[in-house]
């Protein structure tokens, strides 16, 4: 395994000569650590993560819901030995097809904890892993592997014929296609034949290189491709490895993660994951029976997944067997691209903005909602614009109500290293009626306060 202390050696002298919204944006950003007592990452690179929970604690199992689509006759309980030795066998199998350091290496198939398995694969070769998303268009597709400039590209032989990838398509936008399963074209390679394959020699990429390509949403029109290095992931970890009350990661945690497996978030957990090493249900099919089976069976302390999948298990709250019985955290991450999808056909627009100069006309709405995330606005100036913006997309008549959070410990440490500027409730009506509403209310709690305001029928100053 590779020392990651290579990788942010030098981080304050690197970090003086850098633009001031690099650093600021993102205070962990070149930090080895939060203080001299805190928890660093055990590594950050993607091509050795597994490798190093194996050596960290061996036994302690990863289970998915499925057995991975490139090792379908393999186990679905594995303990971290079992998976790392699987992405060192499937580094071997891809670098029998001809990929080498510095290769861009395409991944579009199902969705499930294999998409991390093979950006790991590539990663650990020296290529450089670009996860797509799996329920996207030939538009998006022909659009990613063309800005990749003709990666390989692994997939399965669903996803080849949902994007509309055929003969002429691999031909002109791929160097080579790799299906994880069994086809008959001739134009790609299946995977079987390159089993047995021998692992290669580890070449991970240095701290500062490129190491993982991912998209954004594409709620605003075609994905653009985001790139993330080692000291990246680093940075973005720190948060996770670091030995918070309550609500840290812990080895004796038992966590159920329920995500998009071709998403930046999951080199982040992997870096947590490899550093605390807790057992860990890796779910892909959130309404999969298995998955009622697994939570109940193995009762997690800490779950993670999107709120639309929160709402599709809203049952399993009161059911008999208590599979959330022991749960210590919750953690969500709102995707716009999964509730997009989910709402397909239902009348529902998914956009995508600045909440301070919205793309609506005037008077679009008839109610405007807002839960706790005002303090996320970067500035009490910016906040104002939002509330100005609230105003004008509302009709006459029109609601706006919401809440937000007032400070706690617990709460000013969730929100280490990210953007809070708290609301004084007891200032919120006098700056909502600032900017045009009126009949402003404000409720105050323990720990958070609601509001509900309307917008006037006559426009302020007439």
């Not at 990613?144 to 949902?162: E, I």
């Not at 302390?301 to 067997?321: F, G, K, Q």
């Not at 997009?340 to 056909?345: A, F, K, Y």
């Amino acid at each position: 395994m590779t020392e990651n202390s290579t990788l942010i050696d030098g981080d304050e002298a690197a970090a003086s000569s850098l633009p001031a919204f690099l650093t600021d944006y993102a205070p962990t950003r070149y930090r080895r650590r939060w203080t001299p007592l805190s928890r660093s990452p055990a590594t950050a690179r993607l091509g050795e993560v597994w490798q190093a929970a194996a050596q960290r604690a061996a036994t302690q199992r990863v289970i998915v819901d499925r057995p991975a689509d490139i090792d379908p006759e393999g186990p679905a309980d594995r303990d971290y030995a079992g998976w790392a030795a699987l992405v060192e066998q499937a580094a071997g199998w891809l670098h029998a097809a001809g990929v080498r350091p510095w290769d861009r290496v395409a991944v579009l198939k199902a969705n499930h904890l294999d998409v991390s398995l093979l950006a790991s694969a590539i990663a650990r070769l020296g290529a450089i892993p670009a996860t797509l998303g799996w329920t996207h268009t030939p538009e998006f597709a022909r659009a990613m592997l063309t800005r990749l400039d003709q990666p390989f590209l692994v997939a399965d032989s669903t996803q080849l014929q949902q994007c509309g990838l055929d003969e002429d398509a691999v031909a002109a936008l791929t160097r080579r296609t790799i299906t994880v399963d069994r086809t008959d074209r001739r134009d790609v390679v299946a995977l079987d034949d390159l089993r047995g394959a021998p692992p290669g020699r580890p070449r991970l990429r240095a701290g500062n290189e490129p190491m993982l390509i991912t998209h954004t949403s594409g709620t605003t029109g075609i994905q653009k491709l985001v790139l993330h290095s080692a000291e990246s992931i680093h940075s973005l970890a720190l948060v996770e490895a670091e030995r918070w009350p309550v609500f840290g990661l812990r080895p004796r945690d038992t966590v159920a993660y329920c995500d998009p497996f071709f998403h930046q978030r999951m080199a982040t957990a992997m870096a947590a994951v490899a550093t605390l090493t807790p057992n860990v249900l890796m779910l892909s099919e959130p309404e999969s029976p298995v998955v009622r089976e697994l939570l109940a069976d193995h009762r997690p302390t800490i779950v993670e997944t999107l709120p639309n999948i929160y709402l599709r298990w809203e049952s399993l709250a009161s059911d008999h067997a208590r599979p959330f019985g022991n749960v210590r955290v919750y953690v969500n991450s709102f995707d716009a691209e999964a509730l997009r999808q989910r709402t397909l056909g239902q009348g529902v627009e998914v956009v995508t903005g600045d909440a301070t100069a919205m793309p609506f006309e005037a008077a679009r709405f008839s109610a405007v909602v807002s839960f706790t995330m005002l303090h996320h606005i970067p500035s009490p100036q910016s906040q104002d614009r939002l509330l100005a913006e609230v105003c004008r997309v509302l009709r006459p008549g029109g609601v706006f109500a919401g809440s937000d959070s007032t400070t706690n410990f617990l709460f000013r440490l969730a929100h280490l290293g990210d953007t809070m500027v708290l609301v004084d409730p007891d200032r919120f009506a006098s700056r909502l009626q600032a900017v045009g509403f009126t009949d402003a209310r404000v409720q105050r709690g323990n720990r958070a306060f609601g509001f509900r305001a309307i917008r006037p029928h006559t426009p302020p100053g007439t």
